[in-house]
Structure formats: C-alpha cells, structure tokens
C-alpha cells in the first residue's frame, strides 16, 4: 500500500471537516484527486484541491449544510458542487462516467465505480486518488509510474480521450511542458496530429485559457 505523506492542504480543519461529513454518510466515499494529489507527488504548490465521492449531489449537500458548510451548485449538471468550510473552497464532484459526448461538453450519469471515474480522466497522472490518512489509488495502474518518469500518457485510448474534448490536444503539450522530463508519450502525439482540426470547434475562450498557460 502506498501512501502520500501528509500535506498541509489535507490536514488543516477545513478539509477535515469537509470529509468527515462526507464519510459520515458514507464511509469511503470520498477522496482527494486530480492536481492536489498530482502536484503533492510530484512536489509542486497545491492550489485547488477537488474532492470526488461516491455520494449524488444531493446526498452532497444535504452533509454539507448538516456539517455547517456552504454550498454553491457551481457545476450542479455534471455533478460538482463548491463547498466552503472555513472560508476555503472544495470542489466536490460525484463519481460519474460519460454517456455521450461531442467533442466539447458531455453529458454524464452517476457511478459508484472508482475505476470508472478514472477512465474518463484525461491523464493517467490526473486519474490518482488519496483519502483523508493519505492512502493512494491508482485505477488506471500508470499514474504513479507516469509521476515517477515525470512522463504525460492519457487514460486508455489517446484519440477516444481526445474525442470525448478536444481541447485536450492543448492540455496533452500543457502538461509536457510543465511536468514532462521525457520525450512525448507516441501515441499521444500521434493522436493529437490526427485529430488537431477538432480543435476548431473549440471555443476562442477555452482556447485562450489553455494557450495563456501554456
């Protein structure tokens, strides 16, 4: 079992109390993921800090309130909700898989699988989850090998993950740049030569967001 040492971002009272609620409903639903659990392993500043759990929105916010936390339905379609306990926001999403997708947005449905919320992940090193005592989990069983060889490799199939959001095309060379220590993963640069023109359906906005930080 690997674990992640303990960060300041897990251990101060606001995280603590936003997952005691969530536990408390239900232990083991919920877990730390995505670029807190990236950047702590790789050793860089931790800005947003999301949480995934295996309870529905409702369930969500029903603990929230109960706990005395606030809640804003920020991205109530696909299942996230912005919590603040302490005057510090959590993104809390609900467990979720891919019903249909054109490329730009998706429509989503509910799922208690783990290992199916990582698959619709953009990256390997993305799809890594950690609870509350710093326990790892890797579903994909490369994102903590992508992490060790500083290395980027999308989820699964690369042109599947491209498909299900263009704009992935950018983040693939985004992440190269900032985390990659090796040449590019190949069939991630070859499925993002194939599939570049969906980048024109993308928006200007989401595309300045992408291309600004890179």
């Not at 950047?39 to 800090?49: E, K, R, S, T």
Request: aromatic letters at 8%.
């Amino acid at each position: 079992m690997q674990r992640l040492d303990p960060q300041p971002w897990m251990t101060s009272s606001s995280a603590r109390r936003v997952m005691t609620a969530l536990e408390g409903v239900k232990p083991g639903s919920a877990r730390f993921v995505g670029g807190c659990v990236r950047n702590a392993l790789l050793g860089q500043p931790v800005a947003d800090i999301d949480i995934a759990t295996s309870l529905t929105p409702d369930r969500v916010e029903k603990a929230m309130l109960a706990a005395g936390i606030a809640v804003h339905l920020t991205g109530i379609e696909h299942g996230t909700l912005t919590v603040v306990a302490d005057h510090q926001p959590f993104e809390v999403t609900t467990l979720r898989r891919d019903v249909e997708t054109d490329g730009r947005r998706a429509v989503v449905a509910f799922t208690e699988d783990w290992a199916e919320d990582a698959q619709r992940r953009d990256f390997r090193m993305n799809a890594l989850y950690t609870a509350l005592d710093g326990e790892l989990f890797d579903p994909t069983g490369g994102g903590l090998e992508d992490i060790a060889q500083r290395r980027v490799v999308f989820v699964g199939d690369a042109e599947t993950r491209i498909r299900e959001d263009y704009l992935r095309i950018l983040r693939f060379f985004r992440f190269q740049a900032w985390y990659g220590r090796t040449v590019p993963d190949e069939a991630g640069l070859a499925a993002c030569a194939k599939l570049r023109s969906g980048l024109a359906d993308i928006s200007v906005e989401r595309i300045w967001m992408e291309t600004r930080k890179l």
